[in-house]
Nanobody, 124 residues
Framework: QVQLVESGGDLVQPGGSLRVSCAAS????????MMWVRQAPGKGLEWVST????????YYADSAKGRFTISRDNAKASLHLQMNSLIHEDTALYYC?????????????????RGQGTQVTVSS
């Protein structure tokens, strides 16, 4: 059974930074594109960012461009999201997900597994 375990969520002040991570296991991590999605309270799931298998190409939602950086370490089967200049609207449960289909690199992906999520709260 595929496992994705997120960590690193925390309470952070507006303007602050945070790095969330995802440990993957029980599948060949380097065979898959990976992405981060988030869900804010009372809202639907929102795509945040995607990285290709090698970590060479990355894609971001407009809300994340210039502030977030996705990265991966295939040797350690881990995925990361560095978030800077955080704002209240970034408050959400952040999930890593295994991508199974890329319909549109600007944000239309299919996934088959997600972790349990890690909570990021931006508040003063």
């Amino acid at each position: 059974q595929v496992q994705l375990v997120e960590s690193g969520g925390d309470l952070v002040q507006p303007g602050g930074s945070l790095r969330v991570s995802c440990a993957a296991s029980r599948f060949t991590f380097s065979d898959y594109w990976m992405m981060w999605v988030r869900q804010a309270p009372g809202k639907g799931l929102e795509w945040v960012s995607t990285v290709d298998r090698e970590g060479t190409n990355t894609y971001y939602a407009d809300s994340a461009k210039g502030r977030f950086t996705i990265s991966r370490d295939n040797a350690k089967a881990s995925l990361h999201l560095q978030m800077n200049s955080l704002i209240h609207e970034d408050t959400a449960l952040y999930y890593c997900a295994r991508v199974t289909r890329v319909r549109n690199r600007s944000g239309d992906y299919e996934d088959d597994y997600r972790g349990q999520g890690t909570q990021v709260t931006v508040s003063s």
